[in-house]
Structure formats: C-alpha cells, structure tokens
C-alpha cells in the first residue's frame, strides 16, 4: 500500500447530531479496516476532549462519554502542528496520511473541522471551512441557489422587523443546524416569530419555508474524486407516526435497536420509483449544485418533487451525509473505495487558498507609528 | 522475630488469620461502600446484626471469650482457643453473604485505596497484637475488624477528600468557562423525580444538562460537570442531597444556584441529622445564594421560609397543591388524587392564568410536578410550553410501576421508596386496587430505614396500616422484622390474613405470587440490600 501512515477517522464534535454522528464514524471505521486498512478513531467528546479510541468500539460504548481504553489527545495549531498523544513524559506526535471527518451538523460539517485540520496541517475530508460554511447556513444556501438560478423554495429569514414574502403556513427551519432538528411548522408570521423567539433550535436564527406537505422528499449524492460521480435517487419513506414532517426520529431512529439505527436502515424507496425525466433533472441539479458550492468529498443533497407537475427543488445540501450516505453509493461502487477516494482526494486534491504572506512588507513600511492611528478614536468630543 | 515462632501456635494462627481476613474484608469493605464510606458506618451495622440477628451475638460471644480464654490462659496448650476465634470471627455476622447478591463489591480506585490501608492496618496490629498477647492478638484483630474498618475510613476521608480536589477545581474551571444558570433542587424526596421533570420542562427552551441519578453530592456534581456540561449549555439542572447540616451551604458555594427549590421536608435521613428540624434547616441552605427561590407553601415550615426569602429581597415562586390557595402555581390534583388512578388534575401556573390539565399519580407525585412548574415559570419558560411539556413526562424507574404477573395478579413496584409518607399511600393505592378487582392485597417489605429515632415507630405505623387495610404482610430480613409484625399484630382482626416473616425476598416472592392467585395485588415496598440483617 502506498499510504504510510494510517487514516484516522474523526467523529462525535460539538452538534446536535453528535450520537449519529458516533455511528457514522464507526460504520467508516469498520469498513476501512474491514479493507485492510490501518485506522486511527479519533472521538471529538461534547465536552470539546479528543480521544483515540480502542478500534471496533461499540455504539452502547460512548453511553457514559469516551469508551474505557481511550488516550486523551492533544490538538495543536501552533508548535509543530498536530494532534498528539498525551504520554508520562511529553508527547507523542500521532502519524495521521488524512482524516475522514463524520462529524455531522456544528462547527464539524459547517466547516469548523475543516479551518481546524487545515491549521493542524492534516488533510481531512468534506469540504473548505468556506463551502461547508455555505452548506450548513440555510439562508446562505438558499440565496446561493437562487442567485445561481438553481430551483428551490422561496427561504426567508424569520424577522421581528419585516414580514415574508410569502404566504403560511410555514415551516420554521434553524437557520444553522444541518439536520431535520428543531423543524416547526407555522400557521402565520406571528406564530412562526413565536417558536423563533422561544425554541432551542431556533433563537440562534430562523428561516421559514412555505408549508407543501405534498411534496416528495428525494435523495441523491455526488462525489468529486477521482471524478464527479452522481448515485441513484432515493426516497426516504416517512413513517406512519402521522407527523407531517421527516422528523430526526424517523431519520435516524427508525431502525430501531443495535447495529440496524442509523440512516442506513431508515425506511426508503430505492433507487426511487420516478419517471426518468425526473431522475435525469436530479442529476442535472446535483451537478450544478457541486459546480456552484465548490463542495467536495462525499455529498447528499436533498431534493423536493412535486408529484402534480414534476417540478423538482433544491433543498438542502449536506456536506457530511448521515452514514456519508454510502448506502447511495451500493449500486456504484464498494464502501470501502467511496472512503478511500475522499480519503485520497483530501491527501492528493488539496484546496488551498491564497496564504498569508506579508506583502513584501509594503503595508509595514508605509503604516509609520501605530500612534498616529489612535488620532480620533476617543469618541465623540464633548 | 525469631522469637515469635516460639508462641505456640503463632505460625498457624498467622496462616489462618490471613486466610480468615479475607472472607472478613469482603463484608466490611462491602458494608463500607454501601454506606458511602461514612466512618462510623461500618460498626453501627456490625452492632445491627447482634441485635437483629439471633446467631450473631453468641457466636460473637464465643469467639470474643476464645480470646480471652487464649489470652490469659497459663496453659501454652489452650493457646489454641484462638484458632477457633478466628474460625468463628471469619462467619461473623452470621449469615451475611461474603459476596452481596443485591450489591456487589465495586472495585474502584478509592475502594482499592480503602482495601490497601485495610490490610495494612489489620497486618500491622495483628503483628503487633501477636507479641503482646501471642496467638490471641490476631484473632482479636480480627474480632474488631469493623471498628478498624471505620478507623481507616476516618484516615481516608481526609485523604480522599484533597484527592477528588482536582475533580472539583476541573469542575468549577467548566463551570466558569460554560456560565449556565445553576437550578438546584433538594428535598427529603421526589428530588430526582422534580430533577427530570425540570429538565424536560426546560429542555425545549433552553439547552439543559441535569445531573445523573444520584451525582448529589460535592464529587458527583463535579463529575457530572466534568462529564455532561458541554459548552452552550445554557442550564445546569443539579440535585442536592445531604447527609448533614451546612452540606448544602458548602455545595452552593461551589455550584452557586440562580434558582433553587425545595421538594418536601421530611424524614429521609434521619439516621444523620436526628430532627426534621435540623433537616428544614439543612435543606433551606438552598436558598441562602439563589436569587429566585421555589417553595411548596402547603407546608406551614416552608410558607414561614417563604415570607422570610421575600423579606430578603429573593424573587419567590410559591407553589401549592391545594386548590384556591393563594400561590403562584397551584396544581389542583383533582378527585382522584391519592387513589392509584391517574386523576383529572389541572394546573394554573402564572397568577390568573387558565388551568391547563396534567396528569399525576399521587399526591407526592403532585407536588413534585408543581414545583417543577414553578421551576421551569421561574427561569422563563413560556407558560404554554410548560403546558404542553406537562403532557409527557418522562416516568420515573422503580417507582410505583404497576405491572401483571404471569399469573395475572397486579405486581406493584415501589422498591425504591424509603419514606413512611409514601409507603404509606403506596398501600392505599394497592389496597384500592386489590378491592377493586376483589383480590388478596399482599405486601412484601423489610420495612424503611436510616429513620434514626423514628424508625421502631414508622414500621410500626406501616405494618399496622397493613394490618387495617386486612393485608397479607410478608415482613422480610431481621432489620424491622418486629416493628412490622407488632405493628400488625396491633390492628389485625381475626380475618386478616396474618403476617409471615421470611429470611429473604427470593423467599417471599414466591409465596407472595402463590398467595395473591389470579385476582391480588402484591405491593413490593422498598428493598434492603443484603449487607442489612
């Protein structure tokens, strides 16, 4: 093998969908292992402590915290970068080729983990802490797509100051938050400022959708290496529970008990029964949607379709699926190479910006002493 | 060190008291740990089992005059006295298992540290003892193994206290760093209940953590910072418990509440604090730091420790369960309360507010419910949520769960409850039940302890309310045997079913199931883990 040094993967993190995001990353560990590869499982607890963890962990293992057998870790972005593992005496540096990151809705797949690991100087998967950002700001996303001229429901901010557009009843979103978390549904303005102003999930930001609970939820994912690639569609089925939203129950809980919880037993259609027209514009919207968000790695994006006329919306993106949405990828390729390609890509592919230089030092040079920029700033004379 | 192998017998008493030691390190230790590493603990319980259990005291007797006899004896021969103490000390208390069945051992780390000086402590003195008093030494060693046990709980808690430190400064750094709101809750009982219930009032607004099952105390607050108070938690929800006065007050200084709340003052723990007096005390520590205080003013003592917080300056929220009362919160629990079935409560949370319905079990059940309200009003919560929140608390393990037997007789569950005030309304909602479906009532209980002065008197009071209520009484384990059966003897009318007392709970399960047949109820009130007599 090529490699040098073992992948870690990365799971846990500060975020809502912390515990889904435990068994994403141990359904990737399994499967890198299971592929002969060497891992490293790295667990990001609540408390903001990384771990590394025994391999083959069990979900019922993090019940109380970090699993018995775990190393405390140290992340540093300054000092010979790196994460490192706490000794008697000093610190070990832990060899690491590129990280998986799982870490789903936060700071994780909001970018956070990306800013992170490229301080720390290690390739790790999902996208730029800019397009992940995007990704998990609904408001951003939904004015992306429509300066884009990408088909999508109209998406407002909830204001105390102005009213939507459009008419209710509506769905209240979390403006920040990647997952169905926290999801309301409204009849009018004021009951959607209400649940802004009081819910958990919504006080830190809220947008609001036209309520259509005939439209159709579909699934699909791309990823960008070794080249954009696009799965089938699917259709996550919503339960009989009668709750007119695909609620993070249903989503994540419905398989119920054991190794079968999680995205990758919910109940579903796929690939999803739906005239091929409608499956040939998913795709086209997929692509576009990797074009116009520069995301890269393993991508789902979600999609509406209205049944009546055969319109399809863009919904939402989600740079770090559930499960990494390998469950799309079955018809396509092994688990194993979809891992192994974002792992590579993140390694091989790398995006970096333009890095701070210092200009030749013009601006130094030409600013003279910073005295004279304190010159008015006393505040308004009285 | 030549010479002691010139006592007769030293070689062998030596062996054996090692061998013996353990068997009587396993008790003690266990005992130790049950009781929370109380020192004093330890030998208030071996003094138990002499009273309570026939064989203890004479074999104790028997062993202690080997001893002796061992000892003082001029003849070397009867040197040998003191193996048979040994023998005797390590099945002493008689019958209590080395292993515990209901409670195991924990290996901890500060039980291995206990364990350490344990063994060090008995090895030094037995030496030391051996040249004294020759092959007696170790067997009196032995024979005051729970004393010595209690001695190194008292050199521990020093010990162990400026060891958990470290837990505690992590904890109060976490703290500072998260900035929530501390709600603090205490109570005689239903504490944990009111706990969850606050959080799951709360949790739709604000994001909580609450303190796990029992992390009451310094260190388990600490840990429970350590381990769940991730950053943006926006409330700490944290349950107080207490062994003795001014316990709160020092907890407060370390989680200093914004909100804090009394459940009931009653007489849990009485073994420790003596009075309810000294437990009102205790208890209204609470309120000295917070700045909101939630208090259930049906209780005369806590309606005088209302008026005094308000002259205080403290914003109060008073809550009652008594409908019309002039009080914040009052929770009306309907026609129903008391009896087992769920009644037609309402709820006005907010003065003029409309009654929204909430379903509660029991009385007790009630006021924990109010003054979760209260709690969740007073830290902002909007009234309709509560409302809403109100419909689905989550249930409480253990407590007053009803369930069918295989053989179709109501089982009731109520193992975890430790208060005269509750056992005593667990059995009118049982003997309600059994006269509703025409069948036996059955009750299966070792009674209630760590009541102190009171508990003679509470098991009385419990055993006779059975016999009133024409009950089957299977009066398990030694500790209140007697309370229980003279309290039923003294109410029972020639057709009550009578009262058996039984060595075990295993026991009484089976002739409970037996006795209640298709149509019973069995009430299992309360459990005693088996390092009780």
Redesign the interface.
């Known amino acids: 093998m090529a490699s040098t040094a073992p992948w870690a993967v990365v799971f846990g993190g500060?975020s809502p969908e912390h515990e889904i995001s435990i068994l994403t990353g141990l359904q990737a560990e399994r499967v890198l292992t299971a592929a002969g590869h060497d891992v490293v499982p790295i667990y990001w607890a609540?408390?903001?402590d990384w771990f590394r963890v025994p391999a083959a962990t069990e979900a019922k293992d993090y019940l109380?915290?970090a699993p018995s057998g775990s190393t405390p870790l140290e992340v540093r972005v300054s000092g010979e970068p790196g994460i490192y593992r706490r000794k008697t005496f000093g610190a070990e540096r832990v060899e690491i080729e590129a990280a998986l990151l799982c870490l789903h809705g936060g700071a994780g797949e909001g970018g956070g983990a990306a800013a992170v690991f490229s301080l720390l100087g290690i390739p790790a998967t999902g996208s730029t802490l800019f397009a992940g950002a995007v990704g998990m700001d609904k408001l951003a996303f939904g004015g992306l797509m429509q300066a884009a001229g990408i088909p999508s429901l109209p998406r407002e901010a909830v204001s105390t100051i102005v009213e939507p557009t459009f008419a209710g009843p509506y769905i209240v979103k979390p403006r920040f938050g990647g997952s169905s978390i926290g999801i309301e549904i409204a009849d009018g303005v004021d009951a959607a400022r209400?649940l802004a102003a009081?819910?958990?999930h919504l006080r830190t930001g809220a947008v609001v959708e036209p309520y259509r609970p005939e439209l159709v939820d579909l699934n699909i994912a791309f990823r960008t290496f070794p080249s954009l690639e696009i799965t089938p569609l699917e259709k996550p089925l919503r339960g009989d529970s009668g709750s007119a939203l695909y609620s993070y129950a249903e989503k994540y809980l419905a398989g119920g008990a054991g190794t079968d919880a999680g995205l990758t037993s919910a109940p579903r259609e796929f690939p999803a029964q739906v005239p091929d027209a409608v499956a040939a514009r998913a795709r086209e919207l997929a692509e576009r949607v990797a074009e116009v968000t520069r995301l890269t790695g393993i991508v789902r994006v979600d999609l509406l379709l209205d049944e009546a006329t055969g319109e399809l919306f863009v919904n939402e993106v989600n740079s770090i699926p559930g499960a990494l949405s390998l469950y799309l990828w079955v018809p396509l390729q092994p688990a194993a190479t979809v891992l192994l390609d974002a792992l590579t890509e993140a390694r091989d592919r790398r995006v970096v910006f333009p890095q701070a230089g210092f200009g030749g030092g013009a601006a130094l040079r030409a600013a003279g002493g910073i005295a004279g920029k304190l010159v008015g700033l006393d505040g308004p004379r009285a | 060190m030549i010479a002691v192998l010139f006592i007769p017998f030293a070689l062998p008493a030596m062996l054996l008291a090692l061998v013996a030691a353990v068997p009587i390190a396993a008790r003690w230790l266990r005992v130790a740990q049950r009781e929370h590493y109380v020192p004093g603990s330890t030998t208030f319980m071996a003094w138990l089992w002499v009273r309570r259990e026939p064989l203890t005291g004479p074999v104790a007797l028997v062993a202690a005059g080997a001893t002796v006899a061992a000892a003082l004896s001029p003849y070397s021969w009867l040197q040998v006295m003191a193996l048979v103490a040994i023998v005797l000390t390590a099945l002493l208390p008689w019958g209590m298992p080395v292993r515990g069945t209901s409670k195991k051992l924990a290996f901890t780390p500060r039980l291995v540290r206990l364990a350490v000086l344990w063994a060090v402590l008995h090895l030094a003195l037995g030496i030391l003892a051996l040249f004294v008093l020759g092959t007696a030494g170790p067997a009196l060693v032995l024979l005051l193994s729970a004393p010595l046990t209690d001695l190194a709980l008292a050199i521990m808690a020093p010990i162990e206290k400026a060891a958990s430190r470290r837990f505690v400064v992590a904890a109060q750094k976490?703290l500072a760093q998260v900035r929530p709101r501390v709600v603090a809750i205490t109570g005689s009982y239903g504490k944990t209940s009111t706990k969850n219930y606050v959080a799951h009032l709360l949790?739709?607004?604000?994001?909580t953590v609450a303190s796990p099952a029992s992390f009451n105390n310094r260190l388990g607050l600490s840990r429970a910072v350590?381990?769940?108070?991730?950053?943006?938690t926006?409330v700490f929800v944290a349950e107080m418990g207490i062994f003795g006065p001014g316990e709160i007050r020092e907890l407060s200084t370390y989680f200093p509440p914004e909100i804090a709340a009394i459940t009931v003052i009653g007489e849990a723990h009485l073994q420790r604090m003596r009075s309810t007096d000294v437990i009102l005390r205790a208890k209204t520590e609470i309120t000295e730091r917070a700045s909101t205080v939630v208090l259930p003013i049906d209780d005369p003592r806590l309606a005088r420790h209302a008026e005094l917080c308000t002259t205080q300056g403290k914003r109060v929220i008073t809550v009652s369960c008594v409908p019309g009362t002039d009080a914040d919160v009052v929770l009306d629990p309907g026609a129903a309360a008391g009896d087992a079935a769920v009644g037609a409560a309402s709820i006005v949370i907010g003065r003029g507010a409309e009654p929204a319905p909430v379903a509660v079990s029991s009385t007790g059940h009630a006021v924990n419910v109010a003054v979760a309200a209260g709690i969740a009003y007073a830290a902002g919560?909007?009234v309709a949520?509560i409302a809403a929140r109100l419909g689905d608390l989550p249930g409480s393990q253990h407590r007053a769960e009803v369930q069918q037997a295989p053989s179709g007789a109501l089982v009731i569950d109520d193992t975890y409850n430790a208060n005269p005030v509750g056992s005593l309304r667990a059995l009118e909602g049982a003997a309600s039940l059994a006269a509703e479906r025409g069948g036996p009532l059955v009750v299966v209980t070792p009674g209630m302890v760590e009541l102190g002065p009171v508990q003679v008197e509470r098991n009385r009071t419990f055993g006779a309310a059975i016999g009133a209520a024409g009950g089957l009484l299977f009066a398990v384990a030694r500790t209140n045997r007697g309370a229980l059966l003279a309290g039923y003897a003294s109410t029972a009318t020639s057709e009550a079913p009578g009262a058996i007392a039984v060595a075990t709970r295993e026991q009484a399960v089976r002739r409970a199931v037996e006795a209640a047949g298709d149509r019973g109820v069995i009430l299992y009130e309360n459990d005693l883990p088996d390092h009780y007599p």
Do not use: H
């Open positions: 500060p609540p408390t903001g109380e915290g209400a009081t819910s958990i | 976490r949790s739709g607004t604000f994001a350590n381990d769940k108070l991730v950053p943006g926006e919560v909007p949520v």
